[in-house]
């Protein structure tokens, strides 16, 4: 029952994005959490902390707006004091020059108590590199930018 409950909510958090709804987002993460993405792009770095997460959600919402998941699949483990889940997706979203950029990947979760204490976001991140390449070519500078990270 406690891993159908996950699922649910994990499957809510990705309707929610899909939705443009991304303000309870943030909301769902301990005080102190990982927060990561892999990569040398506008999107990449580590996060262990609300301020930095809001940041990056909100470049997110920025860079790839309709940012779009199809959840493939949801794996659950573990207690409530320590759960994994890991969520497979394909995203969609549209770029500037009116064309449309894709990924596929995965988010891996450790959650306690319901709180989300790490994420990391693993995609292709020389593709999502090219996408952010390409926004700036279409003059969207922040894609440009270096990572959100609060990592010393």
């Known amino acids: 029952m406690y891993h159908a409950i996950v699922r649910r909510k994990l499957r809510r958090a990705f309707a929610d994005i899909n939705a443009g709804r991304y303000d309870g987002i943030v909301a769902q993460f301990a005080p102190q959490h990982r927060h990561a993405m892999p990569g040398r792009h506008a999107l990449a770095g580590e996060r262990h902390g609300?301020?930095?997460t809001a940041l990056w959600y909100a470049r997110l919402q920025r860079l790839l707006p309709g940012l779009a998941?199809?959840?493939r699949s949801i794996v659950v483990g573990g207690m409530p004091w320590r759960t994994t889940a890991?969520?497979?997706?394909?995203d969609r979203f549209a770029l500037p020059d009116g064309?449309?950029?894709s990924n596929t990947g995965v988010h891996e979760f450790e959650l306690r108590w319901g709180r989300?204490?790490?994420?990391?976001?693993?995609?292709d991140s020389q593709r999502l590199q090219h996408y952010c390449d390409r926004l700036v070519e279409c003059g969207v500078a922040e894609a440009g930018a270096e990572p959100i990270t609060d990592v010393r």
Do not use: Q, R
């Open 50 to 52: 609300v301020a930095s």
């Open 69 to 71: 998941f199809d959840v």
């Open 86 to 90: 890991a969520v497979a997706w394909d």
């Open 99 to 101: 064309t449309t950029g």
């Open 116 to 123: 989300v204490h790490s994420l990391v976001i693993h995609c």
